[in-house]
């Protein structure tokens, strides 16, 4: 063996002053995975750890909408009448609401890729339109059309993240 292996007596002393300094090395320093974070950190950017801040700073938009949404769900279930099924899609759009917007901020910042889920949201919501209003009633047309949506926003969306994220196509 050469020398690097072997320890030097005089540097610090006893094994327990090594041991001490080892210790404290350990607490001071940044785990390994972080360090490499910081490292490809691009400037003006959030580290891949930092979710992205909201707009409208502290405010929890997002909680707040899921928690009213879950009320109404509770309340159109113990509801009886007409209104009942109207009030539990209703709870059920205003807390889907506030998991798009949480998930439509972290992929707009590079935070995390949300491509699936965003293309179809923007499938449903045309077909729900198309479907309710003028368009074609037809499922064969409409199933044509949610599909080519989603196809085209799915890669509109894969290549606006991996500009956001620095080239990764998901995180």
């Given at each position: ?34 360090a ?23 405010f ?50 590079g ?47 894969r ?13």
């Open positions: 063996m050469g020398k690097r292996s072997r320890k030097r007596a005089g540097e610090l002393g006893s094994r327990a002053e090594r041991d001490a300094v080892r210790r404290e090395r350990r607490t001071e320093a940044v785990p390994l995975g972080k490499r974070l910081a490292s490809r950190r691009v400037a003006g950017r959030p580290g891949a750890d930092e979710r992205p801040e909201a707009p409208w700073g502290g929890p938009l997002s909680e707040l909408l899921v928690a009213l949404g879950i009320g109404v769900i509770v309340w159109g279930a113990l509801s009886d009448g007409d209104t009942r099924n109207e009030r539990i899609g209703g709870g059920l759009i205003i807390a889907a609401l506030g998991g798009l917007e949480l998930a439509v901020r972290e992929h707009l910042a935070f995390r890729s949300h491509t699936t889920m965003l293309a179809g949201a923007a499938a449903f919501a045309v077909v729900t339109v198309l479907a309710l209003g003028p368009g074609p009633h037809t499922l064969g047309v409409l199933l044509i059309i949610g599909v080519l949506v989603f196809a085209t926003s799915f890669y509109g969306l290549q606006l993240f991996r500009r956001r994220s620095g080239g990764l196509s998901f995180r």
